[in-house]
């Protein structure tokens, strides 16, 4: 087993997809009075909220941004748990010394309040949110590795997208892709990251814990 295991939020961590869609949604309608669908929304996705933000309304403020932060903490009272087995899975990883940090493009504030939201407080270090500058996970991956001074091989990350699975490609580090959200792509994840896609934490479980 990796000496080292990250893990990604959205949709793989918890099904925060309905969160995440009802504040951009809310948002967008506030400032634009406009109603966006969640195709519109996934299209935009692989960046910070600041860049999503800023492609969806043209007139762009902080004030947005504050709005989009009030309506993803609201959002978040219909979701206070993570996905079934991922409480299980940490513990045991920490069991076993394996450490377990966050990377995310998620912004931090809205990172914090996902983890406090799911009582995910203690369960990742370090973490890692995104930047609107910095969209590649690949980059993050390179500082875990550096701060915890481990060699690539010895670190892998789950996430649910495809493009996961390309930064870590480009890290060196393996990619354990999870397919239980509701909106996992599992086919494209299946054509990049053969033998590796799981549809359930359970299942992923029983491949590192041997």
């Given at each position: 087993m990796e000496k080292v295991i990250a893990f990604d939020l959205d949709g793989t961590v918890a099904e925060t997809f309905p969160v995440i869609f009802d504040s951009f949604?809310?948002?967008?309608h506030e400032y634009t009075d406009k109603w966006v669908s969640n195709q519109v929304i996934l299209k935009t996705f692989g960046t910070n909220e600041v860049s999503i933000l800023k492609e969806l309304i043209p007139d762009y403020s902080e004030d947005v941004l504050k709005s989009f932060h009030e309506n993803y903490r609201r959002a978040h009272l219909s979701l206070r748990k993570p996905f079934e087995g991922i409480d299980d899975l940490?513990?045991?990883?920490?069991?076993?010394?394996?450490?377990?940090?966050m990377i995310t493009h998620k912004g931090e504030q809205s990172l914090q309040a996902s983890l406090d939201a799911l009582s995910l407080d203690d369960a990742f270090s370090p973490i890692l949110a995104g930047t609107p500058n910095d969209a590649d996970k690949s980059h993050q991956f390179e500082k875990v590795l550096a701060e915890l001074n481990v060699p690539a091989s010895e670190m892998a990350y789950i996430g649910d997208a495809p493009s996961d699975i390309t930064a870590c490609q480009e890290a060196g580090i393996t990619c354990y892709s999870a397919a239980w959200s509701i909106n996992a792509k599992k086919d494209d994840l299946e054509k990049l990251n053969p033998g590796n896609v799981f549809e359930s934490v359970a299942d992923l479980k029983d491949r590192l814990i041997h």
């Open positions: 949604r809310k948002t967008v940490i513990r045991t990883l920490h069991d076993r010394d394996v450490k377990t940090p």
